[in-house]
């Protein structure tokens, strides 16, 4: 009766597994990726996006801790040859939305509203760096499931893989 009780008692123990709050689930990427490399989304929550300039006037960025404010990163890598040394390619797309956004619907212009950059990084020599995106839209919805993300772009200084990206998240 011992053994029965206790393999009940195990068997209870470990068929319990603690649900995530809905809150805490990670953003699911809708977009399509290149397939040849990985793609991610990073929403990051009460950071303000700061866009720095070095001395040749080149724009790189910085994240700082700012209740209210929420920075969304995607990212593309591209899988190269590890043996490689210059071959690494990435493609960012960065930006800020207010903790209060529900929706937004902006489109060229206003999308520096949100900071939104460009980022290129690879040995593309004059053809790598942070860029404003003033071309494009970014839509934002609030639904059932969640908010919805929809952002297409182009930059036009230089080549882009990643020109549209498709999210949702909560």
């Known amino acids: 009766m011992?053994?029965?009780i206790l393999v009940f008692l195990l068997?209870?123990?470990?068929?319990?597994?603690?649900q995530k709050p809905l809150s805490d689930t990670s953003p699911i990427l809708s977009s399509e990726c290149p397939t040849d490399g990985t793609c991610e989304i990073e929403i990051l929550k009460n950071k303000q996006l700061?866009?720095?300039?070095?001395?040749?006037?080149g724009m790189y960025y910085d994240?700082?801790?700012h209740e209210g404010t929420t920075?969304?990163?995607?990212?593309?890598?591209?899988?190269?040859q590890a043996n490689?040394?210059?071959?690494?390619y990435r493609e960012d797309l960065i930006f800020e939305?207010?903790?209060s956004d529900k929706s937004l619907k902006l489109s060229d212009l206003a999308l520096q509203e949100t900071k939104l950059?460009?980022?290129r990084q690879c040995f593309c020599r004059g053809e790598t760096g942070y860029f404003k995106v003033e071309k494009g839209s970014l839509l934002l919805e609030n639904t059932k499931e969640g908010q919805q993300l929809q952002v297409e772009f182009t930059v036009g200084k230089i080549p882009q893989l990643i020109t549209q990206i498709k999210a949702k998240f909560n």
């Open 2 to 4: 011992k053994k029965f």
């Open 11 to 18: 068997g209870f123990l470990c068929s319990c597994k603690a």
């Open 50 to 57: 700061l866009l720095l300039y070095d001395d040749f006037g």
């Open 63 to 65: 994240l700082k801790d």
């Open 71 to 80: 920075v969304i990163h995607y990212q593309y890598n591209k899988t190269t």
């Open 84 to 88: 490689l040394q210059d071959g690494h």
């Open 97 to 99: 939305i207010k903790n």
């Open 117 to 119: 950059i460009f980022g």
